[in-house]
C-alpha cells in the first residue's frame, strides 16, 4: 500500500484547508483503519483524527476536537480531513497512515499503523 497525501499549504489563522491522502497498490482499503498525524518542529508525533474500515467510529486528538473532521471514500481509496478555524498551533507536517486495527482505542497509537505517507506541511500564520 502506497499513500500520497496532498492538500497542505498556508493559511491565516481562523482558515481552512482540507487534506487527501490517495492509497495505491494491492488495496483493500476498507479493512483498514486510516488517520492523520502531525509532526511540529521539534515536537514529537502526535495523533489527530483516524476513521475506522466503514468510516464509522472517527476518533480526534483533543488538540482538533470540534475543528477537524475525518471522513473516506473507499470507492476512491482516499481520506479526507477538512480543518477548519487553524491555529498557529497547528503549523506541522501531517501524515496519513493506514492499519489493521481492531479497535478505536488502538487508534492513536503510531505504532499500530502499517504504511505511511510522505506527509504534507501545513503552515497557519497568525
Known amino acids: 500500500v502506497q499513500l500520497q497525501a496532498s492538500g497542505g499549504g498556508s493559511v491565516q489563522a481562523g482558515g481552512s484547508l482540507r487534506l487527501s491522502c490517495v492509497a495505491s497498490?494491492?488495496?483493500?482499503?476498507?479493512?483498514?483503519?486510516l488517520a492523520w498525524f502531525r509532526q511540529a518542529p521539534g515536537k514529537e508525533r502526535e495523533f489527530v483524527a483516524a476513521?475506522?474500515?466503514?468510516?464509522?467510529?472517527?476518533d480526534y486528538g483533543d488538540s482538533v476536537k470540534g475543528r477537524f473532521t475525518i471522513s473516506r471514500d473507499n470507492a476512491k481509496n482516499t481520506v479526507y480531513l477538512q480543518m477548519n478555524s487553524l491555529k498557529p498551533e497547528d503549523t506541522a507536517v501531517y501524515y496519513c497512515?493506514?492499519?489493521?486495527?481492531?479497535?478505536?482505542?488502538?487508534?492513536?497509537?503510531?505504532?499500530?499503523?502499517?504504511?505511511w505517507g510522505q506527509g504534507t506541511l501545513v503552515t497557519v500564520s497568525s
Open positions: 497512515a493506514a492499519g489493521r486495527i481492531s479497535s478505536v482505542i488502538y487508534y492513536l497509537r503510531a505504532i499500530e499503523y502499517d504504511y
Open positions: 497498490g494491492p488495496t483493500f482499503i476498507s479493512s483498514y483503519a
Open positions: 476513521i475506522g474500515g466503514s468510516g464509522s467510529r472517527p
